[in-house]
């Protein structure tokens, strides 16, 4: 197909052009046609950042991507509850959920597949089990669903706020005693890879936080969370001036840890298989533990002990 830029689409860059002219493919799927140079400007390949004139005129050999399916990988995983309708793990920082966005292997669903004989089908071929899903770089509890009726429970306590969720994280500055953020969340249109809590519109969202210790530079919070909202908490605490500490996409300062501070401590939900209210919690993992033991080992003030 040709398509011919006008001057109203002077300075954008070539993907984005493109996935406004065809918003039916994916930004992600554009770019990878624009590399397999299956997209030329004036006769030309050209990289995604090349910036539109406004004249030009761009070929484009579209090119559909087989369907996916994820499939089974020998990977760890460690498993704190299962009962006959539901697993829950520790998922570790770095882990994708389920494949996308050009990660096909190493997910936590691959690691699923191997280790457990059914899961339930309602995610389709590449989310079998997932009901909910952690960001890359968060860590701890995360439930996964056995079967089918599973699913539709699990999904639907969720979807009612049914689900108890506790995060444990860092923050830049300095908080003190407890508060509740209800801004709305929404795409960043500046950014695109980020959501934002500074617009007036988006999806509701509600986020209850409580300073546990403070230290030099950061503090330790507790936070509840009503919804579950795509980037939640790291929109939220930036939103409020106080970035989740190593949150480099929401402006938190240089760290020098390889990811930012943030943890699925607790989820409390019920078990579709007995109807008993089931609590599941990790522990810090070592390298974040590391991190507060590094700021514990400063100047340190506590101020609400941790519940249990």
Same mark, same amino acid.
């Given at each position: 197909?040709?398509?011919?830029?006008?001057?109203?689409?002077?300075?954008?860059?070539?993907?984005?052009?493109?996935? &406004?002219?065809?918003?039916?493919?994916?930004?992600?799927?554009?770019?990878?046609?624009?590399?397999? &140079?299956?997209?030329?400007?004036?006769?030309?390949?050209?990289?995604?950042?090349?910036?539109?004139?406004?004249?030009?005129?761009?070929?484009?050999?579209?090119?559909?991507?087989?369907?996916?399916?994820?499939?089974?990988?020998?990977?760890?995983?460690?498993?704190?509850?299962?009962?006959?309708?539901?697993?829950?793990?520790?998922?570790?920082?770095?882990?994708?959920?389920?494949?996308?966005?050009?990660?096909?292997?190493?997910?936590?669903?691959?690691?699923?597949?191997?280790?457990?004989?059914?899961?339930?089908?309602?995610?389709?071929?590449?989310?079998? #089990?997932?009901?909910?899903?952690?960001?890359?770089?968060?860590? #701890?509890?995360?439930?996964?669903?056995?079967?089918?009726?599973?699913?539709?429970?699990?999904?639907?306590?969720?979807? !009612?706020?049914?689900?108890?969720?506790?995060?444990?994280?860092?923050?830049?500055?300095?908080?003190?005693? !407890?508060?509740?953020?209800?801004?709305?969340?929404?795409?960043?249109?500046?950014?695109?890879?980020?959501?934002?809590?500074?617009?007036?519109?988006?999806?509701?969202?509600?986020?209850?936080?409580?300073?546990?210790?403070?230290?030099?530079?950061?503090?330790?919070?507790?936070?509840?969370? &009503?919804?579950?909202?795509?980037?939640?908490?790291?929109?939220?605490?930036?939103?409020?001036?106080?970035?989740?500490? #190593?949150?480099?996409?929401? !402006?938190?300062?240089?760290?020098?840890?390889?990811?930012?501070?943030?943890?699925?401590?607790?989820?409390?939900?019920? !078990?579709?298989?007995?109807?008993?209210?089931?609590?599941?919690?990790?522990?810090?993992?070592?390298?974040?533990?590391?991190?507060?033991?590094?700021?514990?080992? &400063?100047?340190?003030?506590?101020?609400?002990?941790?519940?249990?």
């Amino acid at each position: 197909m040709e398509l011919t830029a006008v001057e109203a689409d002077k300075g954008k860059r070539l993907d984005a052009f493109l996935h &406004g002219r065809l918003p039916e493919f994916s930004r992600s799927r554009i770019q990878t046609w624009i590399r397999d &140079g299956r997209v030329e400007v004036e006769g030309r390949r050209a990289k995604s950042s090349y910036q539109i004139r406004g004249t030009e005129k761009i070929g484009v050999e579209p090119a559909h991507l087989a369907p996916l399916k994820a499939t089974a990988e020998d990977i760890p995983l460690h498993v704190l509850y299962e009962d006959d309708s539901a697993v829950a793990i520790d998922k570790p920082a770095g882990m994708v959920v389920h494949a996308g966005a050009g990660v096909h292997r190493g997910t936590v669903v691959n690691a699923l597949l191997h280790r457990f004989a059914s899961l339930s089908s309602v995610g389709g071929d590449i989310r079998p #089990g997932i009901v909910h899903r952690l960001d890359r770089f968060t860590s #701890g509890v995360l439930i996964v669903a056995k079967t089918d009726e599973a699913h539709r429970d699990l999904a639907l306590q969720f979807s !009612s706020r049914q689900v108890e969720k506790i995060y444990l994280t860092l923050v830049e500055g300095r908080m003190e005693g !407890s508060g509740r953020v209800t801004k709305p969340i929404a795409r960043d249109p500046r950014n695109r890879a980020r959501m934002t809590a500074r617009l007036e519109t988006g999806r509701a969202a509600l986020t209850d936080w409580e300073a546990v210790e403070q230290f030099d530079g950061f503090t330790f919070l507790r936070i509840r969370l &009503g919804t579950g909202r795509t980037h939640q908490i790291r929109a939220h605490m930036a939103a409020l001036g106080h970035p989740v500490a #190593g949150d480099h996409l929401y !402006s938190a300062k240089a760290s020098p840890w390889d990811r930012y501070f943030l943890h699925a401590h607790r989820l409390g939900f019920r !078990s579709p298989a007995t109807g008993e209210v089931v609590v599941v919690e990790a522990a810090l993992p070592p390298d974040l533990a590391e991190w507060k033991g590094s700021l514990e080992r &400063g100047t340190r003030r506590v101020a609400n002990p941790p519940a249990g």
